[in-house]
């Protein structure tokens, strides 16, 4: 056994059938991030080299992660990063791991801010700091503020602010909703609050349920509860004309819109839809 040889080819080969048997769908793509990780190279050097053979303390880290994600632990937790709108964030069980479609949040507010010379805005409950950050790299001139209620979402928000030298241009505050920010007015107020209901934290999937932040999840029995109390102050932080922009459950577009009209202080409200044409952003512009 100990003169079997173990190329990189013949280890993601095994190590695809190995996690599709397990269940995990993004098997390939899956076992390719974490051997590229625990080589320390880029996923595309797979391929040049192929025939190369991991040391034992390449493979042995290997092991170590793909046991991990068999328990469950999501892959961006184990190689402490996540791509999101053309940027690296590190990520920890700390902050939600940005999602693709959490890119039709900045997508939309720079489409908002483009013709904006030095626009102000909020990114509320931030995590990992991938929305005010991008944003952030996107508009030079923009002045961003970012909150979260956790002093740990905001420590890896911070340090991914220093990793893509952006510190000095996104203020970090902690403090629940805008709380933090109390008579401060913004062009933009943004935000993915936590929409997931009861009964859907049970369906979630594990590595989503057991390992990701509840705080960044649970939105209470129909999962709306932060959408109230945002919605329910957001106007005293807007200028007149300026855009509260949330992200939303894919079910949620109707009761959301309501939760905005009943405030009257918007002109308008529109629905952004995600790569799959799903309602993914609301858009309300106040008054």
């Given at each position: 056994m ?5 190329p990189i080819r013949?280890?993601?080969s095994?190590t ?5 048997d397990k ?15 625990s080589?320390?190279?880029k ?12 040391t034992d ?7 170590t992660l ?7 632990c ?7 990063q ?7 964030f590190?990520v ?6 940005p ?6 949040l900045?997508?939309e507010?720079?489409?908002?801010i ?7 805005l909020?990114?509320?409950g ?10 952030a ?6 002045l961003?503020?970012a909150?979260d ?16 030298r ?17 008579g401060?007015t913004?062009?933009?107020v943004v935000?993915?609050?936590?929409y ?10 594990k590595?989503?349920r057991?390992?990701?932040p ?5 939105g ?5 509860a ?5 919605i329910?102050?957001?106007s ?7 855009y509260?922009?949330?992200?939303i459950g ?11 009209d009943?405030?009257?202080?918007f002109?308008?409200?529109a629905?952004?839809l ?5 309602p ?8």
């Amino acid at each position: 056994m100990s003169a079997e040889t173990w190329p990189i080819r013949r280890l993601l080969s095994w190590t695809e059938q190995f996690l599709r048997d397990k269940g995990i769908e993004s098997s390939r793509l899956e076992a390719q991030i974490l051997l590229a990780h625990s080589l320390g190279c880029k996923k595309i050097d797979l391929y040049v080299r192929s025939d190369e053979e991991p040391t034992d303390a390449q493979r042995a880290s290997f092991r170590t992660l793909i046991k991990g994600r068999v328990e469950g632990c999501p892959v961006a937790y184990l190689v402490g990063q996540r791509e999101f709108y053309q940027l690296s964030f590190d990520v920890t069980p700390a902050v939600l791991i940005p999602r693709p479609e959490t890119e039709f949040l900045v997508v939309e507010c720079l489409r908002l801010i483009k013709e904006r010379e030095r626009p102000h805005l909020v990114d509320i409950g931030t995590g990992s700091g991938c929305i005010a950050l991008s944003i952030a790299q996107q508009h030079r001139t923009a002045l961003i503020t970012a909150t979260d209620v956790s002093a740990e979402a905001l420590a890896v928000a911070r340090q991914n602010a220093e990793k893509h030298r952006l510190a000095e241009r996104v203020r970090f505050i902690q403090g629940d909703l805008l709380a933090p920010i109390a008579g401060e007015t913004f062009d933009i107020v943004v935000s993915n609050p936590p929409y997931v209901s009861d009964n859907e934290m049970a369906a979630l999937a594990k590595d989503v349920r057991e390992f990701e932040p509840r705080l960044a999840l649970e939105g209470g029995p129909d999962g709306l509860a932060v959408y109230r109390r945002l919605i329910a102050v957001v106007s005293e932080h807007l200028v007149n004309g300026g855009y509260l922009v949330l992200e939303i459950g894919a079910t949620q577009e109707a009761a959301v819109r309501e939760l905005i009209d009943k405030q009257g202080c918007f002109d308008s409200v529109a629905v952004r839809l995600d790569g799959q044409k799903l309602p993914r952003v609301v858009v309300a512009r106040k008054k």
